[in-house]
């Protein structure tokens, strides 16, 4: 096998056991530490700190310790999340979600370098184009990590399903589910027995392993990066400093396009912190039980995965515009639904079709909303993700942040108003382009976007 193929296969199981774990984790928290808030509140803090992270420790870290290590460095920050899980409470669960945010950035930074420079590596020795090779590398990845979504759900749910004991709900428990929930513990409503401590142990203990699996994965098998192109890039180029770089990123902002494109960014963490902060907890555990979480969102992640790579191919023919307003559609349907909808144990299909919807809505705002940065900012890229992981991670941080403090029909009408005025900025963006390049629509031009990187998995 060639080495830089195998090095990318290498990250791609380590990041699949990494956020097997993690995206399992992060869905059950609103459910599995919802006295107080605990577990929507940590969440919060954890995209917190990413904010942070991403300003700051990305370009050090790498600069000080290369890819490699930078990567298993930052997975164990992953690991350390799910031990403050075992024994879940105010001190152990918020500083390992401190731990684990300022972990975040680093980790897909120091991916995206490697796939980047191996990509150019083996272009330049092939004699092929980099920029082919480096889109193929991160399509192997991303085939590989999407499912990471599917198999941590799985395991939860498998688990989960040993302590499904049904138990008679009443009518007067289920008015507590759903968009006019009645701000209590709506685990205690469940149709289900909760899980038992062994439970819970047991799965921790097996997403603890999957953690240490990919950080042993990372370290024994991938190897040091080294190219002409890295060496080159060290000793041309100085490294950001701390302020440097946060400046970069605020001066970004001068761009009114990126000011006009801040609404549409923070709705991604948005409509993805309501799906798994809320919708798992008011709808999915309080009526059905919280085995059948990792089941719905099994059903999100599938959807998720196959749309993005559609989506991605037939953007080309069909234009972003008419991405944009087919997800615009479907979310802005979903809500309104969620809005008017009594979830019964009976309706068990309608509790899939909704996180089906919305998985195929969020392919859309991850791909295409990833691309637009790409080519609308082509001579800035740092600054420009910068600002694209800065102002999802504050959509998330607002979503769990205000999450136990409000009703759900609040909250869904928050997103609705989000989602509207994040259209039509984005609305502006494309008639600015359009008057500015008169006869080349913004769908149509050459794209030039590099790597992509869908973040918001964390």
């Known amino acids: 096998m060639e080495r830089n193929l195998k090095n ?17 984790l992060q869905n059950l928290q609103s459910s599995l530490h919802s006295e107080e808030g605990l577990g929507v509140v940590s969440l919060s803090v954890l995209y917190a700190a990413l904010i942070l992270s991403s300003m700051f420790l990305p370009p050090i870290l790498i600069k000080k310790l290369g890819c490699k290590w930078t990567i298993a460095g930052s997975m164990c920050c992953y690991i350390a999340f799910s031990l403050g899980n075992f024994y879940a409470s105010w001190y152990t669960l918020i500083p390992t979600s401190v731990i684990l945010g300022l972990g975040g950035a680093p980790l897909w930074s120091a991916k995206c370098t490697y796939l980047t420079i191996a990509g150019n590596s083996y272009a330049v020795k092939a004699e092929k184009n980099g920029k082919d090779i480096i889109n193929q590398y991160f399509g192997v990845f991303f085939l590989i990590f999407q499912s990471s979504g599917i198999w941590g759900n799985l395991i939860s749910s498998l688990i989960f399903s040993q302590a499904s004991t049904k138990v008679e709900i009443s009518e007067e428990n289920l008015a507590c ?3 006019y929930d009645c701000m209590t513990d709506t685990t205690n409503t469940t149709g289900s027995a909760d899980p038992s401590n062994s ?47 946060f400046l970069a990123t605020f001066q970004h902002l001068k761009d009114k396009r990126q000011c006009l494109l801040i609404p549409l960014t923070m709705y991604s963490g948005f409509e993805q912190g309501f799906l798994s902060g809320d919708y798992t907890k008011t709808y999915v555990t309080c009526v059905l039980g919280i085995h059948y979480v990792g089941y719905v969102m099994i059903c999100f992640s599938a959807v998720n995965s196959l749309c993005s790579l559609l989506f991605g191919k037939i953007s080309q023919f ?29 309706q068990l299909a309608v509790f ?59 909250k869904l009408y928050i997103l609705l108003s989000v989602l509207v005025l994040s259209v039509v900025m984005y609305g502006v963006v494309e008639y600015l382009e359009a008057k500015s390049s008169p006869g080349t629509p913004i769908a149509t031009k050459k794209e030039n976007v590099g790597p992509l990187t869908q973040e918001t998995h964390m």
């Open 177 to 179: 589910c759903g968009a």
């Open 199 to 245: 439970l819970i142990y047991t799965l921790l203990g097996l997403y603890t392993a999957s953690g240490v699996l990919a950080v042993l994965l990372i370290v024994v098998f991938l190897d040091e990066i080294k190219s002409d192109q890295a060496e080159t890039e060290k000793d041309t180029l100085e490294t950001p400093s701390f302020w440097s770089t």
């Open 8 to 24: 990318v296969l290498v990250i791609s199981f380590g990041f699949l056991l990494l956020f097997t774990a993690y995206g399992g």
């Open 352 to 410: 899939f079709i909704f996180p089906a919807l919305w998985g195929l809505a969020d392919a859309i705002w991850q791909t295409q909303t990833n691309g637009l940065y790409g080519i609308l900012f082509e001579k800035h890229k740092e600054a420009a993700f910068a600002n694209y992981r800065l102002w999802e991670s504050l959509g998330f941080v607002i979503a769990f942040g205000y999450s136990t403090k409000l009703q759900v029909y609040i």
């Open 318 to 346: 069909t234009g972003r515009r008419l991405l944009f307003a087919l997800a615009t559609v479907t979310n802005t349907t979903c809500i309104i639904a969620l809005l008017l909808w009594r979830p019964h144990p009976k």
